[in-house]
């Protein structure tokens, strides 16, 4: 079945360091990819998205790419700053429903 | 101010015990749902409703109930919880699913424990 995960629990970074999240999806045929972002205590707030036309998209601090050959997502956060703190989750925009890895958390220290 | 918001944020309930959480939006989104959180298991979909009085389940709907009677408010019921059913509760809503670049917004949550 499809199927949305995550390499790794728990990622710890320095301040000001560049962060890697990565994301392994299965479904082959998914053609829209999300990142959210949970702050603790709150629900999940969107970060960016990509088509599955695309290789690579950017925005403020973060970029997401995408391997389609793989089926390998990743977010890179340049400049990661203790605000940055928080479980980051892919997820798959499949037909009527979000379909979310496990999430990772990243922990910024000073 | 667009929002989703959940009630209560905290509940602390008996096996059995009926119980309601409310969801409602005001950005006039015809696409909801709602999902429950557990360690490990990431986010999972309960229920969704593509419109007033239009409900599915989604992939965990064992022991819950559902309505979207108004367009705004998509409560979720458990008729007799039970301890498996302590979690994490979101609710989300969108203006359609299923499209790249609809950004779906969620709730702030429910924390639900079931002793």
């Known amino acids: 079945g499809e199927s949305v995960g995550l390499h790794l629990p728990t990622l710890s970074v320095q301040e000001g360091d560049n962060s890697i999240i990565n994301c392994a999806y299965s479904?082959?045929?998914?053609?829209?990819f999300i990142w959210y972002k949970q702050e603790s205590g709150k629900g999940p707030q969107f970060i960016i998205d990509?088509?599955?036309?695309?290789d690579k998209r950017q925005g403020q601090r973060v970029t997401v790419l995408l391997n389609k050959t793989v089926k390998h997502l990743s977010l890179q956060i340049a400049a990661t700053q203790p605000g940055d703190s928080a479980v980051y989750f892919c997820?798959?925009?499949?037909?009527?429903?979000?379909?979310f890895g496990t999430g990772t958390r990243l922990l910024v220290s000073p | 101010e667009a929002q989703v918001t959940q009630n209560p944020r905290y509940l602390i309930t008996v096996t059995g015990k009926k119980l309601t959480v409310t969801c409602s939006q005001n950005m006039n989104h015809e696409y909801m749902s709602w999902y429950r959180q557990d360690p490990g298991l990431g986010l999972r979909q309960i229920y969704y409703?593509?419109?007033?009085?239009?409900?599915d389940k989604g992939d965990v709907p064992e022991g819950y109930k559902v309505s979207r009677k108004e367009k705004r408010n998509f409560p979720l019921i458990l008729e007799s919880p039970s301890p498996n059913q302590t979690s994490l509760y979101f609710c989300a809503s969108s203006p359609s699913p299923g499209l790249a670049g609809v950004e779906q917004f969620f709730g702030p949550g429910t924390r639900l424990t079931v002793l």
């Open positions: 990509i088509r599955s036309n695309m």
């Open positions: 479904n082959s045929a998914s053609d829209y």
């Open positions: 409703s593509m419109n007033v009085e239009v409900t």
């Open positions: 997820a798959e925009n499949g037909f009527q429903k979000l379909v």
